[in-house]
């Protein structure tokens, strides 16, 4: 019978042959810790079944040295493999400068992404090979989790807040993107694909979806998130108290993304997504220091989407070339 | 010759005894009435699975029966199974006590296991519920269109039968024992009982306000879990997981007490390092407080909070490890006999290693990311629970049958089953490890799209 069953999947990023090299490694130890015990019961059984001839003799009277030598060799073994697993983990954490950023908003039970000139897709996301890409990641209703065996990683999707994470395609192709958080019905459905194209194919790509394709007259090409955010600020009027360069009523929000914003109640706390989430949504609940609470709440005004753009076009304030 | 089974006949006389022992048979029949149901939950599960589209019932029954199974399994088998039957039975034999301090208390506490156990019977009969039996919000408070509450209430109270068990044995442990049987000559089944009951007694209230909050949302809309109403998604993972994780504890613990008499008794020798046994069960008990955040390595938990709980997962395991080196020292120049007990015994040890192995990958964070929520944790878990709990379950009742009943099982048939058991385990569970290393998520009702996950 043929058959396409691989004990491990697909390596297609940067971060996957480490983890490989990991998990051999435990399997190396942990099958022969698994031989070493059911041997020793195997053969302990049967030497010394009863009725056999085997001396009874000189039975062990104190087993402290052996108990402290299995005590210390378990600890050491452990504490090796922790060092090993949380190195890779962390880096795992810490997205490369310059990553492509993608904004991923999970709905049940459906993936949808938005890339940073603005195309949107479905269920699919084209990626350029061996370039750090970043993805923050929402989720409209209930917790999901995105998960690309082939990549080795795994984020939850949490309802209001973002998560991030990263990786780098080395491998040109296509890669299941499975949901691994029970959301309900149709969670065994909840999959995607993640397609690796060189940069060329990809830059091609992009252009297609963008609608700069020959013969077209209309410019379908969507707007970059930058853009839909910057339109939205005026008009939900943000920009009548967040004047730039002044911060009389309410903090000049250019430059502040990824500062430490001095709260009211003595704490601080770091600008970034989340953060900016929650002031649009609740701004009452984070005053910062020497202003009054005088922004209303944009709960039910606002869509994820037009959240996620609102934060890219505040993220571009604080960068040295403005937007167009 | 009068004895406890046959004083009185009638159901009256059983329905109101105060007996630990009766009480024990009592608690036997229960669960092994809801291990049917967990048993047919699990068994419509994998026909469905059979074929690999799924075609015995929908997307919703699927998610259903996952739940049923593991809400019965969990809270109506397992957690009850040694400490209620066996440790109700045995306990006040093996200190030398009467009864246990509490009698009537012990009475009630099955009376609240079987209110709690119709309230989820029934919530399963009116039409299900399909949150899983981890309760997640926001979907369980916010989304979900099945008997949530009904479920949880009967989990709630069933929590109340473990508070009270629990403390019922720590008083009885630490008042009733004969004199002269000091700490240090205790039973190692009793030790392992002792912190279980700690356990039981302090985390399975976490549970009972975690459900209680649940509630709650779920009724009127008061935001403590769902962002939407101003709650935190995460905040449900925490308090849960405060509780199961030691819970996790409860359902083996036990089994380590049971696996700790048979295997001296058919290895005719005393157990090896007695000292470090009971030490290990109590770093168990305690250290298992601390773990609940291995659960949330991919949840969006800061990384550093993941460092610790990685490290001190690690650190739960050591004692885990002592005891199986100690349980294996101690065939070493023994008299082994292979009877009924002494199979499902070393079946035990045998399958709690995988299942301790398979959680030394899990507790290694850059490996955890990948096999979270997938097959590997499903067949780990299950090692442990089912290959360690049901396996030393089993054994106990043969053990102690005679005991309890004044007969003897069929050796023949006792030997044939704990084979068959070990032998189904081991088969059913190590394939599934590996699959899912290849990258396969678990509550799925399709089998198709991810098991060609390595396309």
Same mark, same amino acid.
């Given at each position: 019978?043929?058959?396409?069953?691989?004990?491990?999947?697909?390596?297609?990023?940067?971060?996957?042959?480490?983890?490989?090299?990991?998990?051999?490694?435990?399997?190396?130890?942990?099958?022969?810790?698994?031989?070493?015990?059911? %041997?020793?019961?195997?053969?302990?059984?049967?030497?010394?079944?009863?009725?056999?001839?085997?001396?009874?003799?000189? #039975?062990?009277?104190?087993?402290?040295?052996?108990?402290?030598?299995?005590?210390?060799? @378990?600890?050491?073994?452990?504490?090796?493999?922790?060092?090993?697993?949380?190195?890779?983990?962390?880096?795992?954490?810490?997205?490369?400068?310059?990553?492509?950023?993608?904004?991923?908003?999970?709905?049940?039970?459906?993936?949808?992404?938005?890339?940073?000139?603005?195309?949107?897709?479905?269920?699919?996301?084209?990626?350029?090979?061996?370039?750090?890409?970043?993805?923050?990641?929402?989720?409209? =209703?209930?917790?999901?989790?995105?998960?690309?065996?082939?990549? #080795? !990683?795994?984020?939850?999707?949490?309802?209001?807040?973002?998560?991030?994470?990263?990786?780098?395609?080395?491998?040109?192709?296509?890669?299941?993107?499975?949901?691994?958080?029970?959301?309900?019905?149709?969670?065994?459905?909840?999959?995607?694909?993640?397609?690796?194209?060189?940069?060329?194919?990809?830059?091609?790509?992009?252009?297609?979806?963008?609608?700069?394709?020959?013969?077209?007259?209309?410019?379908?090409?969507?707007?970059?998130?930058?853009?839909?955010?910057?339109?939205?600020?005026?008009?939900?009027?943000?920009?009548?108290?967040?004047?730039?360069?002044?911060?009389?009523?309410?903090?000049?929000?250019?430059?502040?993304?990824?500062?430490?914003?001095?709260?009211?109640?003595?704490?601080?706390?770091?600008?970034?997504?989340?953060?900016?989430?929650?002031?649009?949504? =609740?701004?009452?609940?984070?005053?910062?220091?020497?202003? =009054?609470?005088?922004?209303?709440?944009?709960?039910?005004?606002?869509?994820?989407?037009?959240?996620?753009?609102?934060?890219?076009? !505040?993220?571009?304030?604080?960068?040295?070339?403005?937007?167009? | 010759?009068?004895?406890?089974?046959?004083?009185?006949?009638?159901?009256?006389?059983?329905?109101?005894?105060?007996?630990?022992?009766?009480?024990?048979?009592?608690?036997?029949?229960?669960?092994?009435?809801?291990?049917?149901?967990?048993?047919?939950?699990?068994?419509?599960?994998?026909?469905?699975?059979?074929?690999?589209?799924?075609?015995?019932?929908?997307?919703? $029954?699927?998610?259903?029966?996952?739940?049923?199974?593991?809400?019965?399994?969990?809270?109506?088998?397992?957690?009850?199974?040694?400490?209620?039957?066996?440790?109700?039975?045995?306990?006040?034999?093996?200190?030398?006590?009467?009864?246990?301090?509490?009698?009537?208390?012990?009475?009630?506490?099955?009376?609240?296991?079987? @209110?709690?156990? *119709?309230?989820?019977?029934?919530?399963?009969?009116?039409?299900?519920? =399909?949150?899983?039996?981890?309760?997640?919000?926001?979907?369980?408070?916010?989304?979900?269109?099945?008997?949530? !509450?009904?479920?949880?209430?009967?989990?709630?109270?069933?929590?109340?039968?473990?508070?009270?068990?629990?403390?019922?044995?720590?008083?009885?442990?630490?008042?009733?024992?004969?004199?002269?049987?000091?700490?240090?000559?205790?039973?190692?089944?009793?030790?392992?009982?002792?912190?279980?009951?700690?356990?039981?007694? *302090?985390? $399975?209230?976490?549970?009972?306000? @975690?459900?209680?909050?649940?509630?709650?949302?779920?009724?009127?809309?008061?935001?403590?879990?769902?962002?939407?109403?101003?709650?935190?998604?995460?905040?449900?993972?925490?308090?849960?997981?405060?509780?199961?994780?030691?819970?996790?504890?409860?359902?083996?613990?036990? %089994?380590?007490?049971?696996?700790?008499?048979?295997?001296?008794?058919?290895?005719?020798?005393?157990?090896?390092?007695?000292?470090?046994?009971?030490?290990?069960?109590?770093?168990?008990?305690?250290?298992?407080?601390?773990?609940?955040?291995?659960?949330?390595?991919?949840?969006?938990?800061?990384?550093?909070?993941?460092?610790?709980?990685?490290?001190?997962?690690?650190?739960?395991?050591?004692?885990?490890?002592?005891?199986?080196?100690?349980?294996?020292?101690?065939?070493?120049?023994?008299?082994?006999?292979?009877? @009924?007990?002494?199979?499902?015994?070393?079946?035990?040890?045998?399958?709690?290693?995988?299942?301790?192995?398979?959680?030394?990958?899990?507790?290694?964070?850059?490996?955890?990311?990948?096999?979270?929520?997938?097959?590997?944790?499903?067949?780990?878990?299950?090692?442990?629970?089912?290959?360690?709990?049901?396996?030393?379950?089993?054994?106990?009742?043969?053990?102690?049958?005679?005991?309890?009943?004044?007969?003897?099982?069929?050796?023949?048939?006792?030997?044939?089953?704990?084979?068959?058991?070990?032998?189904?385990?081991?088969?059913?569970?190590?394939?599934?490890?590996?699959?899912?290393?290849?990258?396969? #998520?678990?509550?799925?009702?399709? !089998? #198709?799209?991810?098991?060609?996950?390595?396309?």
């Amino acid at each position: 019978m043929k058959t396409d069953f691989a004990l491990f999947p697909v390596s297609a990023s940067t971060i996957a042959s480490h983890v490989d090299t990991v998990m051999i490694a435990l399997l190396v130890i942990c099958g022969a810790i698994t031989v070493l015990v059911f %041997g020793l019961i195997l053969i302990l059984g049967i030497r010394y079944r009863r009725g056999s001839l085997y001396t009874r003799e000189l #039975r062990p009277k104190n087993g402290n040295f052996l108990e402290w030598s299995w005590t210390f060799a @378990t600890f050491g073994v452990f504490l090796g493999l922790f060092v090993w697993g949380a190195r890779i983990y962390f880096r795992m954490h810490v997205a490369p400068a310059g990553a492509l950023e993608v904004s991923v908003l999970a709905k049940q039970w459906m993936w949808s992404f938005q890339h940073p000139d603005g195309a949107k897709e479905l269920n699919e996301l084209h990626i350029p090979l061996s370039q750090p890409v970043l993805l923050t990641m929402t989720s409209q =209703d209930v917790i999901h989790s995105f998960f690309v065996p082939a990549f #080795r !990683i795994k984020q939850d999707v949490l309802p209001g807040r973002y998560t991030q994470v990263w990786f780098e395609a080395n491998k040109p192709g296509a890669y299941h993107l499975f949901c691994t958080q029970y959301c309900g019905t149709a969670h065994a459905d909840m999959t995607g694909k993640i397609i690796v194209q060189t940069q060329a194919d990809y830059e091609r790509w992009l252009a297609g979806v963008s609608g700069r394709s020959a013969g077209q007259r209309v410019e379908l090409r969507p707007l970059s998130p930058i853009v839909l955010g910057e339109h939205l600020f005026k008009k939900l009027a943000c920009i009548t108290c967040h004047v730039e360069g002044r911060g009389t009523v309410a903090p000049d929000l250019s430059h502040i993304f990824g500062t430490m914003a001095q709260l009211n109640n003595g704490t601080s706390v770091k600008v970034d997504e989340t953060y900016v989430r929650a002031h649009i949504l =609740d701004p009452g609940a984070w005053l910062v220091r020497g202003y =009054d609470p005088v922004m209303p709440s944009f709960r039910g005004q606002v869509s994820e989407e037009d959240i996620m753009n609102l934060i890219a076009y !505040i993220k571009s304030l604080g960068q040295e070339s403005k937007p167009k | 010759m009068k004895n406890y089974l046959n004083e009185s006949l009638t159901l009256k006389s059983w329905l109101t005894t105060t007996d630990h022992k009766r009480i024990g048979i009592l608690y036997l029949l229960s669960i092994t009435f809801f291990f049917l149901i967990g048993g047919a939950a699990a068994t419509l599960i994998r026909l469905n699975l059979m074929t690999p589209q799924g075609e015995l019932v929908r997307a919703d $029954t699927y998610n259903k029966l996952f739940t049923v199974h593991g809400v019965v399994m969990v809270w109506f088998f397992l957690i009850p199974s040694v400490p209620s039957v066996l440790g109700n039975f045995l306990i006040p034999m093996m200190i030398g006590a009467r009864d246990v301090a509490f009698p009537r208390l012990n009475l009630a506490s099955w009376y609240i296991y079987m @209110t709690g156990g *119709l309230f989820t019977l029934g919530a399963i009969l009116w039409g299900g519920v =399909d949150t899983g039996w981890t309760f997640y919000t926001p979907y369980s408070t916010m989304f979900s269109n099945s008997y949530v !509450i009904a479920t949880a209430a009967g989990v709630f109270i069933t929590g109340f039968s473990s508070i009270f068990t629990g403390l019922n044995f720590l008083v009885t442990i630490h008042k009733m024992r004969a004199p002269g049987l000091t700490w240090n000559r205790l039973p190692l089944f009793v030790w392992s009982l002792y912190s279980t009951s700690i356990i039981l007694v *302090l985390a $399975t209230p976490v549970l009972a306000i @975690t459900l209680l909050l649940m509630a709650l949302e779920r009724i009127f809309r008061i935001g403590v879990f769902d962002p939407a109403l101003g709650g935190d998604p995460l905040l449900f993972q925490h308090l849960f997981w405060f509780y199961s994780h030691p819970a996790v504890y409860v359902m083996i613990l036990p %089994g380590m007490g049971v696996v700790s008499e048979i295997v001296p008794c058919f290895a005719r020798k005393r157990i090896f390092g007695y000292r470090f046994m009971t030490v290990s069960v109590l770093a168990i008990g305690v250290l298992g407080f601390l773990v609940w955040g291995h659960h949330l390595f991919v949840s969006g938990q800061s990384v550093y909070a993941g460092l610790v709980f990685s490290l001190l997962s690690f650190m739960v395991a050591i004692p885990s490890a002592i005891k199986v080196f100690n349980w294996t020292a101690t065939l070493y120049k023994g008299s082994v006999s292979f009877s @009924t007990p002494m199979l499902y015994a070393l079946g035990f040890i045998g399958l709690f290693t995988m299942g301790g192995l398979t959680g030394i990958f899990l507790a290694v964070l850059a490996v955890d990311v990948h096999v979270h929520d997938t097959y590997f944790v499903i067949a780990h878990f299950h090692y442990i629970m089912v290959g360690g709990m049901v396996s030393a379950y089993l054994g106990g009742v043969h053990f102690w049958w005679p005991k309890i009943s004044g007969r003897m099982y069929s050796e023949w048939w006792g030997r044939i089953s704990a084979l068959t058991l070990f032998w189904v385990l081991i088969s059913r569970f190590s394939p599934s490890s590996f699959w899912a290393i290849s990258g396969c #998520r678990g509550a799925i009702t399709t !089998i #198709r799209p991810s098991f060609r996950c390595s396309m």
